[in-house]
C-alpha cells in the first residue's frame, strides 16, 4: 500500500494529531493510573502536550522518553521528517530536511541524528542463518599516496559486513580486521551451524572451529566464484553504500559511522516492505511508556 505525502497530511494534519497518535500507540486509550492504579480514561491538557487521569489529574508526557521530548521543533515537523526517512533510497542529508522542514541546517542535522540514533536502537531480532556472505570494506578518507588494498587503510573507517542470501544484512565498525575484533562480531550475528563464504583473509580462518560450514574463495588467485561460494551480494552492496554516502552526506566521520550503518541496515533489511509499512514501523516503534 502506497502512503503518499497526502496521505501523511490527512493522517497528521497538525501537531495534536502526532501528540494523540503518540499517546495511542505508547500507552493506549484507557489503562490504569501509574498513581491512582485505577482503570482510567486521559484527557488532554488544554495548555501542555500531556494527558491527565480523570480520577486523580496524574499527568502522562506522550514525548517522554523519544527523541521528541525536549526538543522545540514542532512535533508534527519530526513525524514529518521521519517519513522522509522512509521515503527516500539512500538517507536524508540535513540539507534536504533544511529545505523541506524549513529549519536551521542546525536542527535539520539534529533531527537527522536523533532519527538514525533512533533506528540504530531498535532491536535487532534473529541472528542472521542459512548462507551468510562476509567482507570488510574501507569507507571515507583518503588512499595514502594513492596505495590500494588492505594496507592502505589509514584514515578510513573499516566495516565488516555480514549478509544473508536472499536475506538480511548486519553491519558493524571495526578498528582493525584482527581476529578477536572481527569475530565476536560474526559470533553475535551470525547463527552457529550456518554457511558462511569468505574471501582468503586470515581473519576468517577460525570460523570452522567456531562451529561455522566455512567457504573460502581464493580472490588472489583470481578465484571469484566457486558453485554457490562467492562474495558477490556483500561486494554488490559496498559499491550501492558508498555511492550513497558519497552522493548524500559528502563526509561521515568515523565517530558517526555506526549510526549512518544502521540505518542503511534498516532500510535494506525493510527493501522488501513497502515505505508505508516502513513508516508504521518506526512512528508506532517507541517503546511503551507506561513506567513514566
Ligand atoms: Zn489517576
Partial sequence: MKFTVKDFFKQFPDDDACLEHLMETRFGKSFECPKCAKESKFHRLANLPAYSCQYCGHHIHPMVGTPFAKSRTPLQLWFYAIFLFTTSKHGVPAKELQRQLGITYKTAWR????????????????????HVEIDETYVGGKLKGGKRGR???ENKTIVLGMMERDGRIALEVVDTVRQDEVLPHIIDHV?????ISTDENRTYHPLTKLGYKHEKVQHNEGEWVRGEVHTNNIESFWNIFKRSVKSTHVHVSKQHMQKYLDEFEYRFNMRKETHGHMFDDLINGFAAGRDD
Avoid: C, V, W
Avoid at 111 to 130: F, V
Avoid at 191 to 195: F, Q
Fill in 151 to 153: 594496507g592502505a587503510a
Fill in 191 to 195: 547463527k552457529e551451524g550456518a554457511t
Fill in 111 to 130: 533531527i537527522g541524528h536523533e532519527i538514525r540514533k533512533y533506528i540504530s536502537g531498535k532491536d535487532n531480532e534473529e541472528p542472521l542463518s542459512g
